[in-house]
């Protein structure tokens, strides 16, 4: 089993002296951008949320000392980018986003949010380029992989990487809206495209990872690292049903791979879960983001309320094996 | 090359339609068969729980060949609506069907509601293996829809096999527009081009090129495309009219367009060769729109509604040389 040494709450918008509207609350979905200096975390967040309680989620980023990731050096001044025009995939939420480098710059793959008559909302997958990592052109008005009949609605929380030449894309798919409680609660599974030039994606057409807790089980998140010829992924995993609280909401999953294909899941050797008490983190774990800085391992995640007062970090003690 | 009309041939108050359904008649689409051709179109029902707003389905009836007799009218839809959240839950509008090995393709419209604007659209396929009664979709999402510069509402396929290739003609939305401050945001849509080795699998060679040109400037909206081979070049016919106060505005409803083509890539606007006109005091005095043009025994046929998007039914021309 892996060794996480929690550090605790390292980014809560709360916390902050001053903070534009559109940083009311959350610091969602962490992923990071390694600079000389700092360690660039994007993160989606949202204003306040609008009549009917609707939100809609926006993305930035917190740039942390490469030295001491546990320090804030600052908070961008705008949102990477902006929101659809009406009718758009992206109108009502940019959210969430991973960025690389490549292209003549840094590209970020984002999912888009709109709403529906019958169900909340649906996501799709866009992308967008900079040359500067501050601001993002999106590519198009439209997304970047479209739906397919076995990919049919809520495409989103892509992670973007570059193990070689290739482009692969872990992201999510909606499988179906299943109502609890009168409400439509969407379930999700993990997914993979690869690309020569990340423009134009084949998509490998599997769920990636079992499901475990219960067929209904939606995962997210696919957050893959390569070492030593191992695919590691961390993701997150929740119930269908009454998962806005501890018993039944999201926990941090591990899966390995030697092809990207074929993923053996083995939640027991994550090494991770929640706190005991009350803490940020007591009542889940999710999102996670594992990224390397100077020989360490460190995971960025989400505690309670998905990220409602921000994001945390743990550092691996050991190896990743 | 001129038509000569053979006036109303389908009225739904007089041939009757599927149980629960209140009128429409709309986009016929024809299947030629052995001794019959059936002519698929798309009807409404009162959704149960959404007041005010229609259902549509997929229903067909059979004519005799001189487009005159009806043979036999549909008791059921083809093919029931999609599940919660997906994207041909609300309706299906149009179904174009193509015989492909032992089965026929149909290439179906399908609609969801969306709360900024009306709708989104997506194009699926489902598979009839019983001659047409009945389809079974291949997916719960579409196999053409939404991508970066084609970028919402792709819909209206009419797929064509030539040589070893399958080619399908459609539309895309170019814009959500609010052409008054009162008014609820117009939608503008374009034809496309898509090629596919199999009909299930589809490129965007050439994504968001509009391949025919306007007539009416940027605010034209492109409807419906079919496509027939006539003395060795293509003839592509399709509906268009203005954004917005279309509804009753003769002035600005749907007319008929024709464009031509040697390659199937360039197209020729020329509504004057291939015209279709109003006829006053008759059911088509105020619009004509959906139009399918076919071959059948040697003879070339156009079908289309009229006046009210079809709501009374739809008619026939056919084609003097």
């Known amino acids: 089993m892996l060794r996480w040494r929690k550090l605790g709450l390292v980014f809560s918008p709360q916390a902050l002296p001053e903070r534009p509207p559109w940083l009311a609350e959350f610091a969602q979905a962490p992923a990071t951008l390694l600079f000389d200096d700092r360690v660039r975390v994007f993160f989606s967040c949202r204003p306040p949320a609008g009549p009917a309680g609707m939100y809609v989620s926006r993305s930035a980023f917190v740039d942390l000392d490469r030295g001491d990731l546990t320090r804030v050096l600052c908070v961008s001044d705008e949102p990477i980018l902006p929101l659809g025009g009406t009718g758009e995939f992206d109108e009502f939420g940019t959210y969430p986003v991973s960025v690389v480098r490549g292209g003549d710059g840094y590209r970020a793959y984002y999912a888009g949010w709109t709403r529906c008559e019958s169900v909340p909302f649906t996501t799709a997958i866009g992308m967008a380029t900079s040359t500067d990592a501050v601001t993002f052109e999106k590519a198009g008005r439209g997304p970047v992989i479209p739906y397919t009949p076995d990919e049919p609605f809520v495409m989103s929380g892509p992670k973007v990487r570059r193990f070689g030449e290739a482009w692969q894309l872990f992201y999510i798919a909606g499988r179906r809206w299943k109502v609890v409680d009168g409400r439509p609660e969407p379930v999700y599974k993990i997914r993979m495209a690869t690309s020569p030039d990340g423009i134009t994606w084949t998509k490998h057409g599997e769920d990636l990872i079992e499901s475990r807790v219960e067929p209904d089980e939606a995962q997210a998140s696919p957050d893959v690292l390569l070492r030593d010829g191992v695919y590691h992924m961390f993701f997150c995993y929740r119930y269908s049903s009454n998962f806005r609280g501890r018993e039944f909401g999201y926990r941090i999953g591990y899966a390995r791979s030697t092809d990207l294909t074929t993923w053996q899941r083995d939640d027991d050797h994550v090494g991770i879960d929640v706190s005991d008490g009350d803490g940020w983190d007591a009542e889940m774990v999710a999102y996670p983001h594992v990224f390397e800085v100077d020989g360490r391992t460190y995971m960025a995640y989400l505690g309670n309320g998905v990220g409602r007062s921000g994001f945390g970090l743990a550092e691996l003690e050991g190896d990743l094996a | ?321």
């Open chain 2, 1 to 321: 090359m001129k038509w000569r009309k053979l006036g109303k041939i389908f009225d739904p108050d007089t041939h009757g339609l599927l149980a629960g359904c209140v009128g429409w008649a709309q986009s016929p689409q024809p299947l030629v068969l052995e001794d019959r051709v059936r002519i698929y179109f798309s009807t409404r029902m009162l959704d149960p729980v959404a007041e005010g707003k229609y259902l549509s389905h997929v229903a067909y009836v059979d004519m005799a060949k001189d487009l005159e007799t009806v043979l036999g009218v549909a008791d059921e839809p083809v093919i029931a609506l999609g599940a919660l959240g997906t994207f041909d839950e609300h309706g299906i509008f149009p179904m174009h069907v193509v015989p492909v090995g032992d089965a026929l393709y149909g290439y179906t419209t399908g609609w969801s509601r969306r709360v900024s604007v009306s709708v989104e659209t997506g194009i699926g396929l489902a598979v009839s293996r019983d001659g047409g009664r009945s389809f079974e979709r291949a997916g719960d999402g579409p196999v053409l829809s939404a991508t970066m510069h084609e970028p919402f509402l792709v819909g209206d396929g009419h797929v064509r096999r030539v040589g070893d290739r399958f080619h399908m003609w459609y539309i895309f939305g170019t814009d959500w527009k609010r052409y008054a401050p009162d008014r609820e945001p117009d939608r503008t849509y374009r034809i496309g081009h898509a090629e596919s080795a199999d009909g299930i699998h589809w490129t965007k060679e050439d994504e968001g090129r509009r391949i025919v040109a306007d007539v009416l400037g940027e605010e034209e909206c492109q409807a419906l495309p079919s496509v027939v081979e006539i003395d060795g070049r293509h003839h592509m016919v399709f509906c268009f009219r203005h954004s917005y106060d279309f509804r009753t505005n003769p002035e600005r409803g749907y007319r008929i367009g024709h464009a031509w083509s040697e390659d199937l890539r360039t197209w020729t606007r020329d509504d004057a060769t291939l015209t279709v006109q109003p006829t006053a005091g008759d059911w088509d005095s105020d619009m004509l729109c959906y139009p399918n043009v076919f071959a059948c025994d040697g003879r070339v046929y156009l079908l289309y509604n009229g006046n009210a998007f079809g709501r009374h039914g739809f008619g026939a021309a056919i084609l003097e040389r």
